[in-house]
């Protein structure tokens, strides 16, 4: 079922990804982009799955920028946030999953709890072995930021316990996919939870890892007590670039680029995701790679669906970012889908997809 279903998706999204964290104990911007605004049509889609996705076959090439250009995706660098697969991984356990990854060529996982109602208890040390053994680096990984129980997992309550638990899989990455509404959506309310965010940073920064915090398209709404004031710009300024990190989910910026393009008083306030990014390359060690196609009547301007299904250019996206100079190995690329039809389907097809693409000469 589609998210948009919901009568709102975002919170949806936020609430179950929090109920299964529970369970875890240079060049300019204009030369790089041509035109400021994204691409309506994908360059290419991937071509249809067809027949079981445990099968053992080997996934099928996808269409897409071809040729004997480059390749978009830089080696090594092709994760997958494993939330897209919380069905597998509940009914078969991580082990089958991380195998299913290694055949369709992923290189790392990113976490979203370690256990997802796993088949099966596994501790740790096991886990971090297990993804290890199937070629996988384990990259990062989601917490909640804060719970109204004491005890709950979250950086907030249980800071140290977070990071133990990061410590012990080698994550360098360590974040949250909470937006940072915790003391709500006024100017002064973002700049306490960014304070918040420093404090975690820092102490992530002690351990040898980074801090990060994964975007929906509410973060680029407007603060309700200064609406000339965008709220991720906020966060941005007001947080420490060597301490928090970001994590751009690139499929709801552009829904935020959608929704919020205008102040609530309907003056222009127009913006491109990509921008953020070639302005601060050094803050998004992260990416989901989440595509969809553009539907006006739909509130949120987007329809999910499967990587090089919809109307995101990733190879415009991902070039841009690794044609700036030093950053081709800096960042990391994960694959996800909220709710994908089957989710070894939208595994197998996302990544084959993702290496079609070729630089365009």
Not at 73 to 97: E, M, W
Request: proline fraction near 7%.
């Amino acid at each position: 079922m589609s998210r948009f279903s919901q009568p709102d998706p975002e919170l949806g999204h936020r609430i179950s990804r929090r109920g299964m964290l529970g369970v875890a104990a240079g060049a300019t911007a204009a030369a790089l982009l041509g035109a400021a605004a994204p691409a309506n049509a994908a360059t290419g889609n991937a071509t249809a799955a067809t027949g079981n996705a445990t099968g053992g076959a080997t996934p099928p090439a996808a269409s897409g920028t071809k040729g004997r250009g480059r390749p978009v995706l830089p080696p090594g660098r092709l994760g997958i946030q494993l939330y897209s697969l919380r069905d597998k991984v509940s009914t078969l356990g991580f082990g089958p999953v991380f195998a299913e990854l290694e055949r369709y060529g992923y290189d790392e996982v990113e976490f979203a709890g370690y256990t997802q109602g796993s088949a099966g208890p596994i501790t740790l040390a096991q886990l971090k072995r297990l993804a290890r053994n199937h070629g996988l680096n384990p990259i990062g990984s989601h917490v909640g930021y804060y719970s109204d129980d004491p005890n709950a997992y979250t950086f907030a309550q249980n800071l140290t316990k977070v990071l133990d638990d990061a410590q012990a899989l080698g994550l360098k990455h360590i974040g949250t996919a909470s937006g940072p509404f915790r003391y709500g959506s006024t100017v002064d309310a973002w700049k306490r939870a960014a304070e918040d965010f420093n404090t975690y940073g820092a102490a992530a920064r002690a351990r040898g890892m980074k801090f990060y915090q994964h975007n929906h398209s509410e973060e680029f709404s407007f603060a309700t007590d200064n609406p000339k004031v965008r709220l991720y710009d906020i966060l941005l300024k007001e947080t420490d670039p060597d301490l928090v990190h970001l994590e751009m989910d690139i499929y709801w910026a552009y829904v935020g680029q959608f929704r919020f393009s205008k102040r609530p008083d309907g003056t222009p306030a127009p913006f491109e995701p990509l921008n953020y990014v070639l302005r601060q390359p050094d803050r998004y060690p992260l990416f989901h790679v989440k595509d969809g196609e553009s539907d006006p009547s739909n509130p949120y301007g987007y329809n999910m669906t499967d990587v090089g299904d919809g109307d995101i250019d990733y190879q415009r996206f991902i070039s841009a970012v690794t044609r700036l100079r030093g950053h081709r190995m800096a960042h990391h690329w994960q694959a996800e889908h909220d709710n994908p039809a089957e989710s070894f389907t939208f595994a197998r097809r996302s990544s084959a997809h993702l290496h079609s693409l070729r630089e365009r000469c």
